[in-house]
């Protein structure tokens, strides 16, 4: 079923899901990565820390700024959301796609550290998130950045995260979103209970789908909240008013289909989409088989698209 070039990598990923079914072993990964991996730089970038105050007066979040050397003038800025089902991870983790962004098209990437599920589910995350948009268009000229040209982009529960803030942006007039670019995004919790969407593959796959919902929707099911869009942007029902949109999804993953809704629903408002499907590829692909053709084809189409987005949307 894999495209020839993922099959070697599925038994090395075939199980890599434990990582979310497994409570304790996802507060043990985040506990790892929190204590060696948060705070490193990026090798070429000026890269900095600083700590958000949250809009409900919780904890502060902690917030990376990531940008060119040689800066001139006020920059865009992207708000990049990290992946991680969301239970697990961190922004430094996504280093690599955060430098190439900048490489791409000079701008200045922010990413929050923002709340996971296992410890604090839905709507902690998320507000982290909209918290970390609506400060970085606020104080873009702290860090050089343009408030006029604000990206906001992330991979899987990044993307789903990412769509989620865009719509909120939408709603509340707080920051206008130049482009938004979720890319494979986790956006439907129905997709799990949902016979004919289930899909067994290495890397993330129903099974841990599910896992991963019913521990960031758990504050909503104990109190049987209906799910609202900011927690499941796939509930949305007015795709009006959101902006020119980047995406990408791989045929054999849980978020093909809802990924394909999405597009479908944003381009029947009027909404200005690039989109592009992955024969037979798994989820996480592009980086997973780093150095692979179709890994290189999504990561080309990912920031060609960025480039032309970023020329046709934000340059003044």
Not at 86 to 107: D, K, T
Not at 137 to 147: E, I, L, V
Not at 186 to 198: E, T, V, Y
Not at 287 to 308: C, H, M, V, W
Request: aromatic share 14%; charged share 20%.
């Amino acid at each position: 079923m894999l495209h020839s070039d993922l099959q070697p990598f599925y038994w090395r990923f075939r199980h890599i899901g434990v990582m979310v079914r497994f409570r304790w072993l996802a507060l043990l990964i985040n506990f790892l990565l929190k204590h060696f991996a948060a705070g490193k730089n990026i090798d070429g970038l000026d890269c900095e820390e600083r700590f958000v105050p949250s809009a409900d007066g919780g904890s502060e979040i902690r917030v990376r700024i990531f940008k060119p050397r040689e800066q001139k003038g006020p920059l865009p800025i992207l708000v990049y959301l990290h992946g991680g089902g969301y239970v697990l991870g961190n922004p430094e983790m996504s280093a690599a796609v955060i430098h190439r962004f900048i490489e791409s098209r000079p701008c200045i990437v922010v990413a929050p550290d923002y709340c996971k599920a296992y410890t604090a589910p839905f709507p902690e995350g998320f507000n982290d998130c909209y918290d970390t948009l609506v400060w970085a268009a606020n104080h873009a000229h702290s860090f050089g950045g343009r408030a006029d040209a604000v990206i906001v982009a992330g991979h899987s529960a990044g993307g789903g995260l990412t769509a989620a803030v865009t719509m909120k942006a939408r709603d509340c007039g707080d920051v206008e979103v130049a482009f938004q670019m979720p890319i494979y995004p986790m956006i439907d919790d129905l997709q799990p209970s949902d016979l004919d969407r289930q899909i067994d593959v290495c890397v993330w796959n129903t099974k841990t789908n599910g896992l991963a919902w019913s521990a960031y929707l758990a504050h909503l099911h104990s109190r049987g909240d209906v799910i609202p869009a900011y927690a499941a942007p796939a509930r949305c029902i007015d795709f009006s008013g959101l902006p020119p949109t980047i995406t990408f999804v791989g045929s054999l993953e849980p978020f093909y289909w809802e990924t394909k809704s999405y597009v479908a629903a944003l381009r029947a408002a009027g909404v200005k989409v690039a989109f592009e499907e992955f024969e037979n590829c798994f989820h996480g692909f592009d980086t997973i088989a780093a150095g692979t053709n179709i890994s290189n084809a999504a990561l080309d189409y990912t920031f060609t698209q960025f480039a032309d987005f970023y020329d046709r949307y934000t340059v003044s």
